[in-house]
């Protein structure tokens, strides 16, 4: 059953269109990998991610004309990024602008070592090393 699914993306909803898509890209080092404007949904979907769609789940970035703020609420938790060298990815960030939420160091009640940063809209993304 489960080789019947594919993970395809996850969507967000972002305030500005274009600073979120220089984060993903020019911070994260995804590439936008397309772009849908919906004039008559009053929308525009970005979608970016590491590789493409059909082999790589992706991140689409969803704009609601005329909408500047979210509230995100307390459901959703975070995105996940594997790195190979945590202390100096976050320090590239730190340099590039980003904030960081939560400093390299081990989870708690266990060895492996994260981080956790913010989007410019607000939204966690952990940072996990892994060699």
């Known amino acids: 059953m489960s080789s019947e699914f594919q993970y395809l993306h996850t ?8 600073e979120s898509v220089d984060f993903y ?22 979608f970016v991610g590491y590789g493409d769609e059909k082999s790589n789940t992706v991140l689409e970035l969803t704009y609601n004309y005329g909408t500047d703020r979210y509230d995100q609420g307390n459901a959703f938790g975070h995105l996940a990024l594997g790195v190979p060298d945590i202390k100096t990815t976050v320090e590239k960030l730190r340099a590039g602008g980003v904030k960081i939420a939560r400093e390299p160091g081990p989870v708690k009640f266990g060895t492996t070592v994260i981080a956790f940063i913010e989007d410019p809209n607000g ?3 952990e940072l996990i090393e892994r060699h």
């Open 123 to 125: 939204y966690k993304i």
């Open 25 to 46: 890209t020019r911070m994260l080092g995804m590439k936008e990998l397309r772009r849908n404007d919906v004039p008559d949904g009053k929308y525009t979907l970005a």
């Open 11 to 18: 969507m967000i909803r972002v305030n500005d269109l274009e």
